[in-house]
């Protein structure tokens, strides 16, 4: 069936952009760093995907594995965000508000053993205004030479958007869906987040890639010019050396 497919194509969607990182060179200090805990979530992301396949063919209930997952997947954004966003206020706010709301939601509306989605809606919340901070501060640095999306964190910028704001209406109604609704017609609105999140992990994909070879396309053009300038000094220590023996 085609929901069933979308959803092992959502699982595995992880795999392509996980690769990318796993195989990217060394970069920019603050590049690789971005990139290390993206590659982490997307590890996170795999591994949370397999473990709720087993633990659902066994029959056992797999949503505690899907709610430790949000947790861990707000933590590294927001160490993404710690790095990039100059006023450090924000993150911490977003830390704060996640922080407070994560026990009540579990306590009183949603708890752990079932799907997190009001959680996962504040957290897209927080995510879309972090995403927002961190694209209004890239591109009002004129004085930055790197365009907007040869750097990473634009495109998990546009990720992050893309995903939770299309999925926003979706998670609040996450559990309508999962009690009132029998399961296979829960499984059809839920393929609209399957495709989106297939959408999501190719923006990171593309974005890998693109940014790693434009990294690599500028240490090259900043070593050409570092020996450049290298022989030119050579040239005229040799002719200063030339000049003194006549």
Same mark, same amino acid.
């Given at each position: 069936m085609i929901y069933t497919f979308l959803e092992h194509v959502s699982s595995f969607s992880v795999v392509f952009p996980l690769l990318l990182v796993l195989f990217s060179g060394k970069v920019h200090l603050k590049e690789d760093l971005i990139l290390r805990a993206l590659g982490i979530l997307l590890l996170a992301s795999g591994l949370s995907d397999v473990g709720s396949y087993l633990l659902r063919e066994m029959g056992k209930s797999f949503l505690m594995v899907d709610s430790s997952y949000i947790i861990i997947e707000f933590l590294l954004f927001s160490y993404i965000y710690y790095r990039v966003i100059p006023n450090k206020k924000w993150v911490y706010g977003g830390l704060l508000l996640f922080g407070l709301f994560s026990p009540i939601n579990i306590l009183f509306i949603e708890p752990f053993t079932q799907f997190q989605g009001w959680l996962i809606f504040v957290e897209g919340l927080i995510l879309i205004g972090y995403a927002g901070m961190s694209s209004f501060h890239l591109l009002r640095a004129p004085a930055d030479p790197v365009p907007f999306f040869e750097r990473l964190i634009g495109w998990i910028n546009l990720a992050v958007v893309v995903y939770f704001l299309s999925n926003l209406f979706l998670f609040s109604i996450s559990e309508f869906l999962f009690t009132h609704l029998d399961p296979e017609t829960a499984r059809k609105y839920w393929s609209f987040h399957n495709c989106v999140n297939i959408l999501k992990n190719s923006i990171f994909a593309i974005g890998? /890639?693109? @940014? =790693?070879? *434009?990294?690599?396309?500028? @240490? @090259?053009?900043? =070593? *050409?010019?570092?020996? !450049?300038?290298? #022989?030119?000094? /050579? #040239? #005229?220590?040799? #002719? !200063?050396?030339?000049?003194?023996?006549?």
């Open positions: 890998i /890639y693109y @940014t =790693m070879r *434009k990294g690599a396309d500028r @240490t @090259t053009l900043i =070593m *050409k010019g570092i020996s !450049e300038r290298i #022989d030119e000094l /050579y #040239d #005229d220590a040799l #002719d !200063e050396i030339v000049k003194k023996t006549k």
